[in-house]
């Protein structure tokens, strides 16, 4: 039975009411955080006006203040910021939704002058601002306000959006505007495309910065940021209109033949029924021409194969999944290039994938393409005869590998741990001892399953090595005892 000295809410609520004030008096004196929960709390219990007020008075505050809020302090301006999205959300927002709203965008408003007055290079205000970015959309359908009045207060926000905070808005709020809505934010937008910034006089020009390139200047910024908006908002408005070719008119003729971009236009040109076109645009993208350059541009390629199989060229997809498998082992394309083959056939596939990854450039991506199949008799192979060629920098890659390979085959499994205690003893990596050390523990306990160490050390000789090159490493052996 529990106990009834346990903190839940039954046991707590057997103090009685009077009993549980007192304490949260007492417990919250001088706690201002606490003591505002509170008061939200007696707010939204007297009305939902009333905590709506409470919700605007708090707004007002954080966007009155004017001083900086450094590493430390920033998660608890993050957790303040989050309570009052929070109420919106869960508790005014099921009252009136348009008062949410209203307070919504009041609650976005405060993400500039707030990132102007902090640091938060660990990211935690800026998720709670596109997570209530995200609200916003929910409430909007719900509030169900004029598609035009929301369209314009969009785009007056997307003006606005100078550190990301409205980023993905247009999709956000696409199911309350509507296409009334949308066509009216489009036409904000295309008058925002014919009214460049101003250029002042040369000897009005406010200077802001200096570049490899000349000075920069306040108006050139300015006119660069309406250009993205301009930009970015018609492709988002495109892409929900279904609209390729309006998509595709906002990207420079130089920036189509990107890889990546060229994959874009080509998924959407697809999309559309147009797979013809897709695979002119992929055909014209220029790939780098760099010295080594092998990895394939997956999403390049993986938009060729798409259309390609559009287009009933079945044979030629697989080329293009059997070239990405052997330029980057990618276990991906090679699943589903057998996945295609007919029965048997993959069988002899296979084989001949796990022979060509055993000579793969990279002795690393080898392992790691083997264990991960998994292959594990051709992934200790490789090990045995390539010990001595293994990156024990990247430890990442062969702790797991190590882990698969130890209970059928210890001896490889030893010499990739072997690798990475080698190379922080050498290198002498002292962050990496406590790892190191635990290393050379797992060797001794794979040991007496390994009948036959061959041309490698025996676990004892490999210590007594590691004594004799390293013994002065005292912290390392420190933590071995």
């Not at 929070?86 to 965008?105: F, N, P």
């Not at 394939?296 to 060229?313: C, G, S």
Request: a negative charge; hydrophobic letters at 45%.
């Amino acid at each position: 039975m529990p106990s009834k000295r346990t903190l839940n809410a039954k046991n707590l609520k057997a103090l009685g009411a009077e009993r549980l004030a007192a304490l949260l008096i007492e417990l919250t004196s001088g706690d201002v955080e606490a003591k505002r929960r509170l008061r939200l709390e007696l707010a939204g219990a007297e009305s939902p006006s009333a905590l709506a007020g409470e919700v605007r008075k708090r707004l007002g505050a954080i966007g009155r203040s004017r001083s900086f809020v450094d590493w430390h302090r920033i998660r608890k301006l993050a957790k303040d910021l989050d309570t009052q999205r929070r109420t919106i959300t869960e508790q005014i927002a099921k009252a009136d939704a348009g008062e949410a709203l209203e307070l919504m965008w009041r609650f976005m408003a405060l993400a500039s002058p707030v990132f102007e007055r902090c640091d938060d290079s660990n990211g935690v205000v800026s998720d709670v601002f596109h997570t209530a970015c995200s609200d916003l959309g929910d409430i909007a359908r719900t509030a169900a306000p004029d598609p035009a009045a929301l369209a314009d207060r969009a785009f007056e926000a997307l003006r606005q959006s100078h550190y990301g905070q409205f980023d993905d808005l247009i999709q956000i709020l696409a199911p309350a505007l509507g296409a009334k809505g949308l066509e009216r934010l489009k036409q904000r937008v295309l008058e925002l495309s014919e009214t460049p910034v101003r250029r002042p006089a040369d000897k009005d020009r406010i200077r802001i910065g200096i570049s490899s390139s000349g000075p920069i200047y306040e108006d050139e910024l300015a006119e660069r940021a309406r250009q993205r908006i301009v930009r970015e908002a018609l492709m988002d408005i495109a892409d929900i209109q279904e609209d390729v070719d309006a998509f595709i008119g906002q990207i420079d003729e130089d920036i189509r033949k990107a890889p990546g971009v060229a994959a874009d236009i080509a998924s959407r040109l697809l999309a559309a029924g147009r797979a013809g076109e897709a695979l002119q645009a992929l055909d014209a993208a220029v790939h780098p021409n760099l010295p080594g350059l092998v990895w394939p541009v997956f999403d390049w390629e993986d938009a060729r194969i798409e259309v390609l199989e559009a287009l009933e060229r079945p044979d030629e997809a697989q080329a293009v999944r059997w070239r990405c498998f052997e330029r980057s082992l990618s276990i991906a394309h090679l699943r589903a290039y057998l996945k295609k083959l007919p029965d048997f056939e993959d069988m002899e596939a296979e084989e001949k994938a796990l022979d060509y990854a055993r000579s793969f450039r990279s002795r690393l991506g080898a392992l790691w393409f083997l264990v991960s199949w998994p292959a594990l008799d051709r992934a200790s192979a490789l090990v045995l005869a390539h010990a001595n060629d293994l990156d024990g920098n990247a430890y990442d890659l062969l702790v797991p590998a190590a882990n698969a390979l130890a209970e059928r085959y210890p001896l490889a499994a030893t010499l990739v741990l072997r690798a990475m205690i080698d190379f922080a003893l050498t290198e002498s990596r002292s962050s990496r001892y406590r790892h190191a050390a635990r290393h050379l523990l797992e060797c001794a306990s794979l040991s007496p399953a390994i009948e036959d160490f061959g041309p490698h050390e025996t676990h004892d000789d490999y210590v007594e090595r590691l004594k004799a090159e390293h013994g002065r490493k005292r912290s390392f052996w420190d933590r071995v005892g």
